[in-house]
């Protein structure tokens, strides 16, 4: 079994308000022993972060104290070469152990933001991969994702609130392609619409279905998973595509 968890955050005034506030949630997961959490996309006042080392060093003493793996988000990262949007991830030994770039850059974003070209696997307490908002709507990408080897997906979102419905159908349908438990992390505010999900699914009688928690406010939610109990239903799955044009 593991634990793996979520922190929905809201907005504050400062970057340092919302990494305290963050801190909090971050410590009250660690007592319970959730092995992975997942934070939204562009959860901070400035969607950017200049040095990720300094930011997040409180979150790096969080890591290695519980032994955690944290998806801190998703920001906008600028070099002199291009601008993306990346994930970047803490592992249990408090230090960054990768990032996940933003595959499919979203309306606005396409003007400035370079496309990522690989879906990665991490391996912390389990393989996972991160699927960052907008990613959410390609089919792919989750697909690849678990056909690498992921048993759980994670993705750091920001979803405004017309938006929320169809995104909650978009994470649900890739559970269910896929046969794969999906965490997925939003903002709530005046703008975006919260209701953060941890999708887990059930089977009655050859039928899968979802089952959903889903979070409300500014709060953190973890829950155990036996990630093997997916491995047959996601073979048998797989197995029944065929080709075609």
């Known amino acids: ?16 308000k919302g990494i305290e506030q963050v801190s909090k949630n971050l410590k009250k997961l660690g007592k319970d022993e959730t ?3 997942c934070l939204p996309e562009q959860w901070l006042k400035n ?11 409180e979150f790096k003493k969080i890591a290695k104290e519980y032994h955690m793996t944290i998806i801190t988000g998703a920001f906008y990262k600028k070099t002199s070469e291009k601008t993306s949007i990346i994930s970047p991830i ?10 996940q770039e933003k595959i499919h850059p979203f ?20 393989k996972f991969g991160v699927i960052i908002c907008y990613d959410m709507v390609f089919p792919g990408v989750a697909n ?14 920001r979803i405004v609130k017309r938006g929320i419905r169809p995104w909650k159908m978009y994470v649900q349908v890739r559970s269910l392609e896929n046969r794969i438990p999906i965490i997925a992390a939003n903002v709530e505010s005046s703008k975006f619409g919260g209701n953060s999900m941890i999708v887990d699914m059930q089977e009655d009688d050859r039928v899968m279905n979802t ?11 973890s829950v155990k998973f036996d990630l093997e109990k997916y491995m047959k ?13």
């Open 144 to 157: 690849v994702l678990t056909k690498k080897g992921a048993q759980v997906l994670f993705s750091p979102s």
């Open 107 to 126: 309306d606005y974003e396409q003007d400035t933001v370079k496309p990522g070209t690989e879906a990665k696997i991490f391996n912390t307490a389990c």
């Open 47 to 57: 969607n950017e972060i200049i040095d990720f080392d300094s930011e997040f060093s």
């Open 211 to 221: 089952k959903n928690i889903i979070l409300n406010g500014e709060t953190s939610h």
């Open 1 to 16: 079994m593991i634990r793996l968890g979520l922190i929905q955050t809201t907005s504050h005034d400062t970057n340092q």
């Open 233 to 245: 239903s996601r073979t048998k799955r797989f197995s029944d595509l065929n080709e075609f044009h």
């Open 90 to 99: 803490i592992g249990p030994e408090g230090e960054f152990i990768g990032e």
């Open 35 to 37: 092995e992975i959490v």
